[in-house]
């Protein structure tokens, strides 16, 4: 089983964070049937090793599939049972009542499950993996339904000796009710009562008399009322009757402990093998859950190349998906890596340059994690092992950094530690300072990232690197359309072609002449 991991891997951290990725595992999450399968979804984390990316892709490829075909997967109603199997291995600990029957119901759902993945391992051969870490014995669940009832009762038939003491229980407790109303029609004549009911104080039978009367009446005094008008007397006619009912309710108490403590002692016999089962589960009901998430975003999975490439046909922002209609959202389809390893992309403010940044490096994040992506299945991506993200503002009072500063630093981190197997995303790549300079640092930047074949897409407005763009090898342009009739963005993208960020025809649209 691949098990999540509650770090990231070294190279992600940032990127994670600035991509959004948690929009997309939050989504998971609430598509998960268990608490632990909650708490594993959101804990999904890009890997950086082709094989165990494919296989994860392939089973929620497998899971979607039978989605559609069974609209549903026997996997809800399974309880986190991890502590309660732990106490079985502590001397003297006993299981709650509430905790066997979790741990019986995890077993029906586990034994349902392995019949319902075997019987269809041939054609989701992924999944039907699962089937062998799957717990079906029956022996531990009908031993505790045989006990205990859906209400979280011991039953009287869980043995011999419970039903006998319960039997004693109800012929005791009608005597003593039979003595009590006695009395009770007895103390009523002489005006004592408060109320003519019988009622309990600590376990013990009493009757509410009036305090001013509460020497007339021979017995024991068990509490008062918070009036102090009443005090609870438990009649001393009646002590010998409830003291056989008390010793026949510690004796229940201690057969119930027994049973519970023989039942726990059957769950520890198996702890292994149902700690294994609720691995499974919850792997399964996350990976399941990734699968109705393909369904909802229209989602497939991209291949995973052995050379750094992104290729992204008609991609959408899945987040974007969340809050937009399908159609309200434009697709991006962009190449990167075969022989251009560096894209400049310009256009307008607003026009959706950061925007479709963010698309290819999230949707790396996603089907690194083993996610669908929503973009055409020919699409392809590269494992990265490191994703360099310089997108906002990061200037720091307390570090007394400026924007410009903050991207120096970043730059310098991108500059040491990028290779080939790293993507890097930077927005305005030198920004912040005088235009002639800043130009000139982004294209020594880039031309040291183009030479290492590092993956690299970078938003600018500054001119120079256009031209720079088309006469280095190894780089690009890439533009965000325009509409100039309009004066609005379309919010697609133009490979090959550099853009204008049409700052004079926005002025004119917004009444500045």
């Known amino acids: 089983m691949v098990q999540s991991s509650l770090n990231p891997p070294p190279g992600f951290v940032d990127a994670l964070h600035k991509l959004e990725y948690d929009k997309v595992v939050d989504r998971i999450s609430k598509l998960v049937c268990s608490e632990s399968g909650r708490q594993s979804a959101l804990r999904l984390l890009p890997k950086t090793d082709k094989i165990i990316i494919e296989r994860e892709l392939q089973k929620v490829s497998e899971a979607k599939e039978l989605l559609i075909a069974e609209s549903a997967v026997p996997i809800d109603g ?29 077993i029906r759902i586990s034994r349902s499950l392995k019949y319902f993945l075997a019987k269809r391992a041939s054609q989701y051969p992924a999944l039907g993996l699962y089937h062998e870490q799957l717990f079906a014995d029956k022996i531990v669940e009908h031993h505790i339904d045989d006990a205990l009832d859906e209400r979280g009762f011991v039953k009287d038939t869980a043995s011999r000796e419970l039903r006998e003491i319960r039997r004693s229980m109800v012929l005791a407790s009608d005597a003593l009710r039979k003595k009590l109303e006695s009395i009770l029609r007895g103390v009523a004549q002489q005006e004592f009562l408060q109320e003519e009911i019988i009622t309990t104080r600590d376990g013990r039978f009493v009757i509410p008399i009036k305090t001013e009367y509460k020497h007339s009446v021979p ?17 001393a006619e009646s002590l010998e009757l409830n003291n056989a009912l008390r010793e026949l309710q510690l004796r229940e108490q201690r057969e119930i402990h027994r049973i519970l403590a023989d039942l726990t002692k059957q769950v520890g016999i198996v702890r292994e093998p149902l700690t294994l089962s609720f691995g499974a589960l919850t792997e399964l009901d996350v990976i399941v859950a990734r699968g109705k998430y393909s369904i909802e975003i229209c989602g497939n999975p991209p291949l995973i190349s052995t050379t750094p490439v992104i290729k992204l046909f008609n991609a959408r922002h899945p987040v974007l998906l969340q809050h937009l209609k399908r159609e309200k959202t434009v697709p ?115 031309q040291d990232l183009t030479a290492r074949q590092s993956i690299t897409i970078a938003t600018t407005h500054h001119g120079i690197l256009k031209v720079f ?45």
């Open 469 to 513: 763009a088309h006469e280095t090898p190894g780089m690009d342009n890439g533009s965000m359309e325009f509409d100039q009739k309009s004066l609005l963005p379309t919010y697609r993208f133009r490979s090959g072609i550099p853009g204008s960020s049409y700052a004079f025809e926005l002025a004119e649209r917004l009444g500045i002449s």
């Open 332 to 446: 991006l389809s962009i190449e990167l890596g075969s022989n251009t390893h560096t894209l400049i992309i310009t256009g307008p403010n607003a026009g959706g340059k950061t925007v479709t940044m963010k698309t290819v490096g999230l949707l790396t994040l996603c089907a690194q994690a083993g996610i669908h992506i929503p973009a055409d299945s020919e699409s392809e991506i590269y494992p990265f092992q490191k994703i360099f993200v310089d997108i906002g503002d990061e200037q720091s009072i307390e570090n007394d950094l400026s924007t410009f500063s903050s991207h120096l630093n970043t730059l310098h981190t991108i500059l040491e530690e990028a290779d080939a197997s790293s993507l890097i995303l930077v927005d305005e790549i030198g920004a912040g300072t005088d235009p002639a300079e800043g130009g000139a640092l982004a294209a020594a930047v880039l």
């Open 78 to 106: 399974f309880k986190n049972i991890v502590v309660a199997l732990k106490k079985t291995t502590v001397e003297n600990q006993v299981l709650t009542i509430v905790e066997l029957l979790e741990i019986a119901a995890t």
């Open 219 to 235: 017995g024991f005094i068990h509490s008062t009322s918070s009036s102090g008008a009443t005090v609870f007397i438990e009649p």
